[in-house]
């Protein structure tokens, strides 16, 4: 594990940097959260427009009220919308956000983990 975490392996080393690393790493993935969040919820607007459009004045049974919100989610909300967004460009936008806030030193970017590998799912 140590290999994929370059923090883990200050850790490991008794090296004192490792403290900043791991706190590195962990806002590294709180900004990917936040991100992730932000990318998300640019969607979330049109399909909750189009719900209330759909339902408005309607009294609908819980069956009928989930099929319309289906048809709604299937017409206003991408499939993949990380991967649609680009993962690298995702990826590199919370590097630099890090650096920009001054949220990290530019040099703790080395001790970030290589996250490509926890999201290879959404390419397939």
């Not at 004192?16 to 959260?33: H, M, Q, S, V, Y």
């Not at 427009?49 to 319309?68: C, E, F, N, T």
């Not at 048809?71 to 991408?78: K, Q, T, V």
Request: contains cysteine.
């Amino acid at each position: 594990m140590a290999a994929q975490r370059p923090a883990l392996r200050l850790a490991l080393d008794e090296d004192p940097r490792a403290d900043g690393a791991l706190n590195a790493e962990r806002k590294f993935w709180e900004e990917l959260d936040r991100h992730r969040i932000q990318i998300l919820e640019r969607h979330l607007r049109p399909y909750v427009s189009a719900v209330r459009k759909a339902r408005l004045g309607r009294q609908l049974s819980l069956r009928d009220d989930h099929a319309l919100r289906v048809d709604c989610a299937a017409r206003h909300l991408p499939l993949n919308p990380l991967k649609d967004y680009g993962l690298q460009k995702y990826f590199e936008e919370a590097r630099t956000r890090l650096i920009a806030l001054s949220l990290i030193p530019e040099v703790a970017l080395t001790w970030l983990p290589d996250v490509a590998k926890y999201f290879e799912w959404l390419n397939k």
